[in-house]
């Protein structure tokens, strides 16, 4: 079972930057685990959505609300996810996670919360 440990939240003002990080515990992109890996965000309230994708072969999608805001990135060799956040509004604020697209997903992790005031 990999274990996804995301870190890079913080509290920042409308229009700031953030980059998170997703460190899987296992191979997460190879030959064999043609995984799609997505960040997700919830906010208090809400469901969980899926805001980002990218594919082993590192094809993304992006929803309507981040596209070019957010940039989905991978590092295969470190078995990690990115998630470059730009010009950041207050409605991204949410607790966010990384987790496959397609399921079984794996066990969420603890996520890293983003805050933005306005």
């Known amino acids: 079972q990999v274990q996804l440990v995301e870190s890079g939240g913080g509290l920042v003002q409308s229009g700031g930057s953030l980059r998170l990080s997703c460190a899987a515990s296992?191979?997460?992109?190879?030959?064999?685990?043609?995984?799609?890996m997505g960040w997700y965000r919830q906010a208090p309230g809400k469901q969980r959505e899926l805001v980002a994708r990218?594919?082993?072969?590192?094809?993304?999608v992006y929803a309507d609300s981040v596209k070019g805001r957010f940039t989905i990135s991978r590092d295969i060799a470190k078995n990690t996810v990115y998630l470059q956040m730009n010009s950041l509004k207050p409605e991204d604020t949410a607790v966010y996670y990384c987790?496959?697209?397609?399921?079984?997903?794996?066990?969420w992790g603890q996520g890293t919360q983003v805050t933005v005031s306005s």
């Open positions: 987790n496959k697209v397609l399921p079984p997903v794996w066990a």
């Open positions: 990218i594919t082993s072969g590192g094809n993304t």
């Open positions: 296992g191979t997460i992109f190879s030959r064999n685990t043609m995984n799609t």
